[in-house]
């Protein structure tokens, strides 16, 4: 069972940045396919950006991202930490939403991760 614990949402400026972490425990984490989404009052839970691992022999990471924060959110991972990470700068009053870390040991397109953290907050003011 793998567990998920947020970190770093808060109040900010429009403009400004934040970072989230995700730190997790409980699953082998380098072999997990690491991500965010985000749910905003009234609406849906979307997407935000994920990052997975790419084996061949030479492995690597892939990252993905939502169209509406490509060039501006960044996710990355730290494997020895069991932690990922969501860069968010440039930030919008519409990024206003609850942020979900996720994990799943596998990626597919209409991703439905098994496991969920808690959420963070994050609210941006105009």
């Known amino acids: 069972q793998v567990q998920l614990v947020e970190s770093g949402g808060g109040l900010v400026q429009a403009g400004g940045s934040l970072r989230l972490s995700c730190a997790a425990s409980?699953?082998?984490?380098?072999?997990?396919?690491m991500g965010w989404f985000r749910q905003a009052p009234g609406k849906e839970r979307e997407f935000v950006a994920a990052v997975k691992r790419i084996s061949g022999i030479i492995s690597y990471y892939q990252a993905y991202s939502a169209d509406s924060v490509k060039g501006r959110f960044t996710i990355s991972r730290d494997n020895a930490g069991n932690t990922v990470y969501l860069q968010m700068n440039s930030l919008k009053p519409e990024d206003t939403a609850v942020y979900y870390c996720a994990a799943d040991r596998y990626y597919t397109d209409h991703w439905v991760p098994a496991y969920w953290g808690q959420g963070t907050q994050v609210t941006v003011s105009s």
């Open positions: 409980g699953g082998t984490f380098s072999d997990y396919a």
